[in-house]
Nanobody, 126 residues
Framework: QVQLAESGGGSVQAGGSLRLSCAAS????????LAWFRQAPGKEREGVAV????????VYADSVEGRFTISQDTPKNTVYLHMNSLDVEDTAMYYC???????????????????WGQGTQVTVYS
């Protein structure tokens, strides 16, 4: 059974940093794409970053390029989202998602992701 468990959310002042974790289980870690999405109140869920666990290469949304970094720890079956220079606009619920086998490559479209975690809240205050 595929499970994704996010952690690491919290409240941080603008300009600060947070690291989110996504612990994955129920599938072989090194063959799929894992991504972070976020959803702010009243807004659509948007893709933030995706990583291909075969080679740890990542792709980012324009809104976070240069500020966020997605990485993985294969022995721990965990994907991280390192968030720097946080802005109030980054406030959202952050979700981890899995695309089995990466048929859509480094897509950040929600429709390509089959499994989702429960989310972790990130609040950035000024």
């Amino acid at each position: 059974q595929v499970q994704l468990a996010e952690s690491g959310g919290g409240s941080v002042q603008a300009g600060g940093s947070l690291r989110l974790s996504c612990a994955a289980s129920g599938f072989f870690f090194g063959r799929h794409c894992l991504a972070w999405f976020r959803q702010a109140p009243g807004k659509e869920r948007e893709g933030v970053a995706v990583i291909n666990t075969r080679d740890a290469t990542g792709v980012y949304a324009d809104s976070v390029e240069g500020r966020f970094t997605i990485s993985q720890d294969t022995p721990k079956n965990t994907v991280y989202l390192h968030m720097n220079s946080l802005d109030v606009e980054d406030t959202a619920m952050y979700y981890c998602a899995a695309q089995m086998g990466c048929p859509a490559g480094w897509s950040l479209e929600r429709k390509h992701f089959t499994f989702w975690g429960q989310g972790t809240q990130v609040t950035v205050y000024s």
